[in-house]
């Protein structure tokens, strides 16, 4: 009889808790996508311009003061293969069969850059515990914060990209990320310049704009004919240092960034397909906004824990009273 | 009218040695990580942020640590006064538990000097679930303290002060049911914002959270029953098996429970059809599944479960199906993309052991010198 009530009691508190659950599930639509910030400081990279120089990874250590990473007795470049403590930027590629077309699907090869792609709706920054993680209002920027930073690499996680890096080798490591040179002591965007890297591209491979800006540009070039002449612009595209006439590749029709999880400040075109130029599965709705749904609809407020607090608090003491059981002693 | 007595009996045993040879080890590598950082010690890279030290030592480490709180739940909530007699040493294996998990966070922290930052509420983060984790866990452990300090006041004889404890401990007994359910189900849903990583099979996205609690509360209720028949093996003591199948009964429907919501959801989300599709993730999802039927058909026959041995066989395999469920979830089949692999390396392994030995060293001293089991005639 006693053994029955407990069991309806378990089920009845499994039943309570899938309700709260179910109740999350339905509202966890309520948060949207963070909204598009339009002047929001960003990049595009357009891959079939790129010829692999990794200019911008130098410039990129240059400006930020990053050792680079030497693995053969070379000596001669830096060797990244990936982001890491020590990198912000690296240029991979993409190789297939015989690898002897620039921009071939099929037996061809191309090059894909990896940076932070300063997200509209950050999964890091929404999982950063102690906000070292922040979306700067006006720029749009990703920035962090090492004197908040705990190092518990949730953020790591909760980026799509892999792109939050954290100094393993060192004894007082700490999270490294491309901040668009815009870092206290750099500070290249608020003096009206440019990143780094697009400074140093030779081919315009890597553009710097406001993020409307470069959207157009991207949405221009995807739409043009192959074949047909355009003079693409180098450097900021808001007062490119020079163009340069070249006839258009045969772009694959998407922008990546435009909206892959609420979309990017930094777009990527290309004539691969971004799978296989190792960009992520993602779809239109951000992982931010679905883990940020859950939480309020649990959290708001505290108003949940403090009504359940108060009921267990009640119930308990009742038990302990009535039979003299409780109290531990 | 305390019934408690410490057991007694040497504390220098060839296991105590065993574990204290295991905990020396491990200190030797912990020193390495401090000076060196942790690259030196562990595998853990740019795209397997997390390693053992985070899954094993803190994720599944306080599931396992749940007794404490399954049994607060029996007793107190649907005021189930005979399991009473287990509560004392669940809670003190639920402190060592949460300690624990709590000692580990703070040595795979990367920046462990600045680990006060999270308690500042200046740095609070609202849409952080890890915010949620750390704070409640904080909470949780001192919650634990509070709980359990009426054995250490009863050692040293101190009335007043239980007493006192007495008037107020009905409000911190009901915390302690509160934070952990807020805390187990917010490690699952530490999974959402990981997104594509999650292998789709563990992936139910809003449902995490559930499915969380409820592998916490069968691994609470589990971990009741393993403990019990060990310390019944190792002490001796009155003969808990009838009160502990009924744990165990609790445990299997909560079971049921949680195989029914993840394969309705799985159905939902149409990825059924994966669990077939005979690969590594495919493997582990039966392998999971069957740990934790077994217990079901154990638990389902009368004669079974009234037989320690078959009960306790019960007990581990659900403890291994929660343990494994969080470990395919957050490290087995957690896919950060091409380029990254994670196997753990030797001196992360002994670690993690030596954090595991710590706790059984702290147990059974303690078990051994306060009142913590229970010697007299059930209620």
């Known amino acids: 009889m006693k053994r029955r009530e407990f069991l309806k009691g378990a089920l009845g508190t499994s039943a309570a808790t899938v309700c709260g659950v179910m109740a999350s599930s339905k509202t966890a639509e309520a948060r949207p996508n963070l909204e598009v910030n339009d002047n929001a400081v960003g990049m595009l990279y357009d891959s079939t311009l790129c010829v692999g120089c990794k200019a911008c990874v130098a410039k990129c250590k240059e400006v930020n003061d990053m050792s680079p990473v030497i693995e053969s007795k070379l000596e001669a470049w830096d060797e990244a293969r990936d982001l890491s403590g020590d990198t912000l930027n690296v240029i991979k590629v993409y190789k297939n069969g015989t690898a002897k077309t620039k921009d071939a699907e099929t037996d061809g090869f191309a090059f894909e850059k990896r940076s932070c792609m300063h997200c509209v709706d950050p999964g890091c920054v929404s999982a950063c515990p102690v906000t070292a993680l922040e979306i700067q209002q006006k720029t749009g920027i990703i920035t962090y ?24 080798d060192k004894t007082f490591g700490q999270i490294h990320k491309c901040q668009m040179c815009n870092q206290k002591g750099v500070e290249r965007i608020d003096k009206g310049q440019m990143t780094g890297c697009a400074e140093a591209c030779p081919t315009g491979a890597t553009l710097f704009g406001t993020r409307k800006q470069l959207l157009e540009e991207a949405k221009r070039r995807t739409a043009l004919k192959p074949g047909d002449i355009y003079n693409y612009p180098m450097g900021d595209l808001s007062k490119p240092d020079s163009y ?86 | 009218m305390s019934t408690y007595k410490p057991i007694g009996g040497r504390i220098l045993t060839p296991t105590f040695i065993f574990f204290s040879i295991i905990v020396a080890i491990s200190i030797y590598f912990m020193a390495q990580r401090f000076i060196y950082g942790m690259g030196s010690v562990a595998n853990i890279n740019g795209g397997f942020p997390w390693g053992i030290w985070v899954v094993y030592d803190v994720i599944i480490g306080t599931g396992l640590a749940c007794g404490g709180y399954a049994l607060a739940f029996t007793v107190y909530v649907f005021n189930k006064g005979k399991y009473h007699p287990l509560v004392r040493p669940a809670l003190l294996a639920s402190l060592f538990g949460y300690a624990l998990g709590g000692f580990g966070a703070i040595f795979d922290m990367g920046r462990w000097w600045q680990f006060y930052n999270i308690m500042l509420p200046w740095n609070w983060n609202f849409n952080s679930v890890m915010l949620e984790v750390g704070l409640c866990v904080s ?74 609690v409820l592998t916490a509360l069968i691994m609470g209720y589990s971990i009741v029953i393993f403990e019990a028949s060990f310390s019944k093996a190792s ?52 392998i999971e599944t069957a740990l934790f039927i077994i217990p079901a058909l154990i638990i389902a026959l009368p004669s079974q479960r009234q037989n320690p041995s078959k009960l306790l066989i019960a007990a581990v395999s659900m403890l291994f199906a929660g343990a494994l469920y969080r470990f395919n979830a957050f490290l087995f089949t957690y896919d950060p993309g091409p380029g990254y692999s994670y196997f753990p390396s030797v001196s992360e392994i002994m670690v993690t052991l030596g954090v595991i030995s710590i706790e059984i060293l702290a147990y059974l001293v303690i078990v051994k010198t306060m009142p913590v089991f229970h010697r007299g005639e059930h209620a």
């Open chain 1, 145 to 168: 914060n090492p004197d908040a930073c705990i190092g518990c690499r949730t953020c790591m996680t909760a980026c799509p990209y892999n792109v939050p890096q954290f100094e393993y």
């Open chain 1, 244 to 329: 340069h006439e070249k006839p258009v590749p045969n772009y694959k029709d998407h922008i990546w960034g435009e909206k892959e999880a609420g979309g990017t400040n930094v777009m990527h075109i290309s004539s691969i397909s971004f799978d296989k130029l190792g960009m992520p599965p993602l779809e239109e709705r951000s992982y931010a906004s679905m883990s940020e749904g859950v939480q309020h609809t649990l959290y708001s407020y505290l108003a949940l824990p403090a009504v359940a607090l108060a009921g267990l608090s009640f119930v308990v003491k009742r038990n302990i009273d009535s039979d003299g059981e409780g109290g531990d002693s």
């Open chain 2, 139 to 212: 909470l949780y452990i001192i919650v634990l303290i509070i709980e359990f300090s009426p054995v250490f006041l009863e050692k040293i004889g101190a009335q007043g002060l239980i007493k006192v404890l007495d008037k107020v401990l009905f409000f911190f007994i009901a915390l302690g049911v509160l934070l952990p359910t807020m805390h187990q189900s917010s490690l699952g849903s530490m999974l959402i914002i990981m997104g594509y990583k999650i292998d789709p099979l563990w992936q139910v996205m809003q449902f995490q959270p559930l499915l969380a």
């Open chain 2, 235 to 286: 002490f001796g003591g009155p003969n808990e098996t009838p009160l502990l199948a009924v744990l165990g009964k609790v445990a299997v429907g909560l079971m049921f429970a949680f195989l029914a919501i993840r394969f309705v959801v799985l159905g939902v989300q149409g990825k059924l059809g994966l669990i077939f599709a005979g690969d590594f993730s495919s493997l582990m999802f039966l």
